[in-house]
């Protein structure tokens, strides 16, 4: 297990994040050429010299994952620097505050107000953006990269959410939009099955990353009562760990563990998908 993805070039979108940052560690680690792509060049840039800093070997790009010419510029470059892609992870995603409601329930009045953010006052422009860089932010570098992959064996891992079994409240876009990312994993994985490219997603459950921080804990330290809803919702009752994820990871990247494994979607959850509350 130790140098699976040997001479394998992984591509990874979001990498200067808390997750995709582990992702790409443990790809490098096990033995493949990382490339790694963010909006955040910085971030990704100091995951990239922390991984070569342990002998791996790896690249930085500053992305937009909703810019196809961005993309294939990209592509390009990967290929020269390290070779065709072998192994894709879609990433890149998120929420905005500009599209979380104030409320989880309607309340008397939500139609009326401009305080505060109401499913009624929402901006169909954040909206937008926020569908579009999880679905469209997964389709695009698709569409680029998997073009290296065609019957070579290719693998392609999205990022799902608990989002995609259940909508969590006050973030409808970023629900709609996870869901949609299952579905397209399962199109996608059937579309490809014929030329040699599998294609999976992992849905993580509740894992603490910079997006989310102010959500989860009080500027303080304290949990807010999100968090409280969280936990008693996940029968493991704690987040998640990043290096959780890296065995399902594994797995799913490796055709030798995984060859007849496509259109699956992987909840690493605490058992948050099982649970009906009672």
């Avoid at 001479?7 to 490098?28: D, H, P, R």
């Avoid at 499913?119 to 860089?133: A, I, Q, W």
């Avoid at 006050?170 to 040699?196: D, Q």
């Amino acid at each position: 297990m130790s140098m699976i993805f040997e001479n394998k070039v992984a591509v990874v979108t979001g990498a200067g994040g808390v997750l995709c940052s582990s992702f790409a560690e443990e790809l490098a680690a096990k033995g493949a050429k990382v490339a790694l792509l963010d909006l955040n060049l910085e971030a990704a840039e100091t995951v990239a010299a922390a991984i070569r800093a342990k002998g791996g070997v790896a690249a930085a790009y500053k992305a937009d994952v909703l810019d196809r010419a961005c993309l294939d510029a990209i592509h390009e470059s990967v290929k020269k620097d390290l070779g065709p892609c072998d192994i894709l992870i879609n990433g890149a995603g998120g929420n905005s505050p500009r599209c979380t409601t104030a409320h989880e329930y309607y309340e008397d009045g939500d139609e009326l107000t401009t305080e505060f953010k109401t499913f009624f006052n929402l901006d169909r422009k954040d909206f937008d953006f926020v569908f579009g860089l999880n679905l469209m932010g997964t389709l695009l570098p698709t569409q680029v990269f998997a073009t290296d992959m065609l019957h070579r064996d290719g693998c392609i891992i999205n990022v799902s959410s608990m989002n995609a079994f259940r909508p969590l409240t006050k973030i409808p876009a970023y629900s709609a939009a996870k869901a949609a990312v299952s579905n397209f994993t399962e199109w996608l994985s059937v579309h490809f099955a014929g030329c040699g490219i599998r294609v999976n997603a992992i849905a993580p459950g509740f894992f603490v990353t910079k997006q989310n921080q102010a959500l989860l804990f009080n500027e303080d330290g304290t949990p807010t009562p999100r968090t409280d809803k969280i936990l008693r919702a996940t029968p493991m009752g704690r987040f998640g760990k990043p290096e959780e994820l890296l065995g399902t990871l594994c797995w799913l990247c490796d055709n030798n563990a995984s060859g007849f494994v496509t259109g699956v979607v992987v909840p690493v959850d605490g058992g948050f998908s099982a649970y009906s509350g009672v």
